[in-house]
DNA sequence: CCTATTATGTCAATATGCTTGACCTGGATG
DNA sequence: CATCCAGGTCAAGCATATTGACATAATAGG
């Protein structure tokens, strides 16, 4: 169905962009059919893993990281708080900066949703081979830099 | 800001997927906001794309590769061949379907959009190096596979 | 102390992108 | 002729996102 092979001139870049295209898709995939069972949306998945990457970070901090408006934070957020997935203190340096983290019933769904993902990478990483590896890690450190 | 270099037990597989998050980010920007100005989204980037790609290619092909409905596909496909951006002829074979491809106009806006990623992507490449683009390749193609 | 800025939250209006369901035409196919 | 398939369209609904405006509380700086 896909034609990934092509050997035309500078179609070794649009195969490239098809495959980034393609693997993204499916790298999604999983996660968010686990999220659907819950009602839950990719939002709540990355607010998630935010936290639970990054524990105490602040709701700005995650306004950054996501690069989205606060309004669309928001609502997702007081949701997996109410569902008691995440906790917000205050913190004791600054009283207005809240820091959040994951509750134990939010690091276990974070855990299943992220399993699925790194399962997903670990045997394509498997079947590649190390070196390839390698390669993958070095180029997509390139492409955020760039 | 970003902490991608985590030295945790499997903080190698959780450093991949924000890399994947945050390169995927970056990758569809350039093109997205080439698009903002036309008033277009990333959907008629896809649609440009693929039929750049596959000239010929039937809606319901198009349907498939995208995974989408054919009601979300239909209403930005339609403003595109009013546009003049694509061309739909029917087939001969089969006078049901028909047969997509992109008009000059259309090559030139799929050529800049898609220059854009390329470019990316390449910068990306040379600095990683052959070997790397290699893996990141191979990575792609069992990422898709599996 | 007063003012400005920051962190957070919320209400409203709006846009878009996608979904499912239902129904239609026209052409192919047995 | 009946059925299936490609394509198109209308409708309702939901999720995600935006900008703008405004509120509160707390910190920071003159």
């Known amino acids: 169905m896909?034609?990934?092979d092509d050997p035309a001139p500078s179609g070794d870049l649009h195969?490239?962009?098809?495959?980034?295209?393609?693997?993204?898709?499916?790298?999604?995939?999983r996660p968010d059919r686990i999220l659907?069972?819950?009602?839950?949306?990719?939002?709540?998945?990355?607010?998630l893993y935010f936290i639970g990457r990054r524990p105490d970070v602040s709701v700005r901090g995650?306004?950054?990281l996501l690069a989205v408006s606060k309004q669309a934070l928001n609502a997702p957020l007081r949701q997996l708080i109410e569902m008691g997935l995440v906790r917000?203190?205050?913190?004791?340096?600054?009283?207005?900066?809240?820091?959040?983290?994951?509750?134990?019933?939010?690091?276990?769904?974070?855990?299943?949703?992220?399993?699925?993902?790194?399962r997903h990478l670990r045997a394509a990483f498997d079947r590649a081979g190390k070196e390839a590896q390698r390669g993958w890690r070095a180029v997509m450190e390139e492409l955020v830099k760039g």
């Open 15 to 29: 195969a490239a962009i098809e495959q980034f295209y393609f693997a993204y898709r499916g790298f999604t995939d």
């Open 62 to 64: 995650l306004l950054d």
């Open 88 to 118: 917000a203190v205050a913190s004791t340096q600054d009283r207005r900066v809240k820091r959040l983290a994951l509750t134990p019933a939010g690091r276990k769904l974070e855990a299943e949703l992220t399993e699925a993902q790194t």
């Open 36 to 47: 659907e069972r819950r009602g839950l949306g990719r939002v709540h998945h990355r607010i």
């Open 2 to 4: 896909l034609d990934l």
